[in-house]
């Protein structure tokens, strides 16, 4: 607030002397607001929007933010720009969403030496000096993992079943951790034949793509294991397309637990899905208000998950979901 501040007193010194141009007479200050930069991943999937909505309606100017959000169309160095950018603008925090774990030690180095503070949501860096940010907020994405090859080592057992493994984007925590459970099941379970795995960058029509491949190769295949929804929409598309029935002939086992994917579950096309909640927007709230009162928020904080098939999955559970 403080840098904005000083920005606004040089151009109205420079709009006094007539050294700059008139800005739109709708120049709105944020001299009270406090004025937060979001770097987001993109749009990429249903979780993804719904992350950026809950920090809208969270980070919104009714609540006293100014909130300028730059989607980075899942690219690191567009992320690296943006950060940038917003340390030139002067605002108030940093809220990164990134889009891999390495690679952000340079331009934290940058806000830290700006004195601004940096929030990372949901996914997690690594660097090496912590104190580069000051907390994360954010899921334990092995223990998703871990999570849903449960549900497979009590539906399948050791029954001989191929596996074809659709990742996210390589190098994200949430492709790390949830692919790590997925190993730790093979390991345990020598019946289970991974038989593909690649990215589908977390999209539904990557993930559309590969099965269609799968398919036309006449791969065959029990079950698909996809790292979100987006992918698993996409999975299923192409399943229809060849006449087969997901649920029947292809157990589909997912991530985020989206409301559409909810749907899914209900009517036995996702056999499994772990929660993955993207609602940090509140908890970015308490914490930068716990900062500017002076507090000192936890370093890392793992949101609390659950996980739903057709036998826990109700519609009074879902309409009372937030996504
Ligand atoms: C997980 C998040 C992932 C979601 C995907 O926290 O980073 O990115 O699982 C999203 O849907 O694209």
Known sequence: MKRMMILLCILAALLL?????????DVETYEDMIVVGFSQVGAESDWRNANTRSMQQALSEANGYRLIIDDAQQKQERQITA???????????????????????????????????????????????????????????????DNAVRWMSRHFGDEP???????????SSAQLGRTQGLDAGLDEHPAWKLVYRNTGDFTQAKGQELVEALLARKIGFDVIYSENDNMAYGAIDALKNAG??????????????????????????ISYDVECNPLHGPRVQAIIEKLEAGGKPPKLTYVEESAFDAATITREIMDGRGY
Not at 17 to 25: D, L, V, Y
Not at 161 to 171: A, D, K, P, T, Y
Request: glycine letters at 10%; charged letters at 20%; a negative charge.
């Open 17 to 25: 002397t007539g050294c700059a141009p008139t800005p739109a007479a």
């Open 83 to 145: 950060i940038r950018n917003f340390i030139h603008q002067g605002v108030d925090y940093i809220v990164l969403a990134p889009t891999t774990e390495k690679g952000w030690d340079t331009v934290l180095a940058e806000a830290k030496a700006a004195g601004v503070p940096v929030i990372i949501v949901d996914r997690m860096i690594e660097v090496e000096d912590d104190s580069l940010f000051t907390c994360w907020i954010g899921s334990d994405f092995r223990k998703e993992g």
């Open 161 to 171: 079943i191929r596996i074809v493994h659709l990742q996210g984007n390589i190098g």
């Open 244 to 269: 087969l029935v997901p649920g029947r002939d292809v157990t589909i086992i997912s991530f985020d637990a989206s409301r559409a994917a909810l749907e899914m579950v209900m009517q036995g096309e």
